[in-house]
């Protein structure tokens, strides 16, 4: 069984490289921007607080996203764990950390998708305009202002995970703007 991270900017491709995993390697996938979204949705006492923050595009507080993940990490465990928009800040990382070995579990990679900022615009936009052609309404962070608060929280917030987990010996970098397919492989090769 393997646990890793995706590490990366809003638009590097996580979601989609997590979904391919899930259903290639039978691995769960732990989004905590899911997560979030269904409370949301559902219209539970959480879902109000986060709304505005995440529509907004900043990152809501540490004790939520860990709360939500503490409660996944007690279930099925399947093919390993895919952490997917989690863990985005140092504390959250230490908190995963913590939270793995108390389950006996352990954190195997940290998978970098490496991408430009004028790449990630143009995913953000495009996929905002994707789910609007297909009849749904796109994501209410899916636009040019929260898009630049959501960068700026990556750069500001998530990125020194990256110098964390290279300390650790566990981080390895992707190059993301290649196609679907090749990012996969180079994943894949990661993993083997
Ligand atoms: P995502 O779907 O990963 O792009 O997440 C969408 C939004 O949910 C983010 O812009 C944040 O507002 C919130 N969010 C998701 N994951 C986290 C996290 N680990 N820590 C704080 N906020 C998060």
Redesign the pocket.
């Known amino acids: 069984m393997t646990n890793i991270i995706l590490l990366g900017p809003?638009g590097a491709g996580?979601?989609t490289q997590a979904a391919m995993l899930v259903e290639e390697r039978g691995m769960i996938q732990l989004?905590?921007?899911?997560?979030?979204?269904e409370a949301k949705d559902s219209g539970t006492e959480m879902g109000k607080v986060?709304a505005d923050?995440?529509a907004?595009?900043?990152?809501?507080?540490?004790e939520?996203?860990i709360g939500l993940i503490r409660e996944k990490l007690q279930g099925d465990k399947a093919g390993g764990f895919i952490f997917?928009?989690?863990?985005?800040?140092l504390a959250?990382a230490d908190a995963l950390g913590a939270l793995m070995a108390e389950q006996g579990e352990t954190l195997d990679y940290v998978i970098e998708l490496q991408v430009d900022d004028e790449v990630l615009v143009d995913r953000i936009v495009g996929r905002a305009a994707e789910a609007v052609a297909a009849g749904g309404t796109a994501?209410a962070?899916d636009n040019a202002e929260?898009l630049k608060i959501?960068l700026m929280?990556y750069y500001k917030q998530t990125s020194p995970l990256i110098g964390y987990y290279h300390a650790k010996g566990m981080l390895k970098g992707v190059d993301g703007l290649g196609t679907m397919d090749g990012v996969k492989a180079e994943i894949a090769g990661v993993l083997s």
């Open positions: 809003p996580k979601g989004s905590t921007g899911d997560m979030l979204r986060v923050v995440m907004r595009g900043d990152l809501v507080t540490d939520i996203v997917d928009g989690f863990p985005r800040t959250q994501r962070d929260s959501r929280a």
